[in-house]
């Protein structure tokens, strides 16, 4: 069974950091990354990484987000510095699968920059 578990959202003051973590398991994925999602918007492209760590970012956060991920522990990280409060937003964590190409999706965590 595949699975996606994202941790590390919640509330944080406008240049402030958070860290997001995502536990991928039941299968390999060539592409993790992140995507976010704020009310009354379409879900975005936030920052991904293929297994030969190939990064793609959003240009809204290059510079201050960064993505990683431990191959060893199927981990996907997204270290987000200088937030602002248009970073609100539910974060989800997204996986392709090597071979099948299948897409997961985690449930979501909320980010939420306010003062």
């Known amino acids: 069974q595949v699975q996606l578990v994202e941790s590390g959202g919640g509330l944080v003051q406008p240049g402030g950091s958070l860290r997001l973590s995502c536990a991928a398991s039941?299968?390999?994925?060539?592409?993790l990354g992140w995507y976010r999602q704020a009310p009354g918007k379409e879900r975005e492209l936030v920052a991904t990484?293929?297994?030969?760590?190939?990064?793609k970012y959003a240009d809204s956060v290059k510079g201050r987000f960064t993505i990683s991920r431990d191959n060893a522990k199927n981990t996907v990280y997204l270290q987000m510095n200088s937030l602002k409060p248009e970073d609100t937003a539910v974060y989800y964590c997204?996986?392709?699968?090597?071979?099948?190409?299948?897409?997961?999706w985690g449930q979501g965590t909320q980010v939420t920059v306010s003062s």
């Open positions: 039941g299968s390999v994925f060539s592409i």
């Open positions: 997204r996986g392709t699968t090597i071979g099948a190409d299948s897409v997961y």
């Open positions: 990484m293929t297994l030969l760590t190939t990064t």
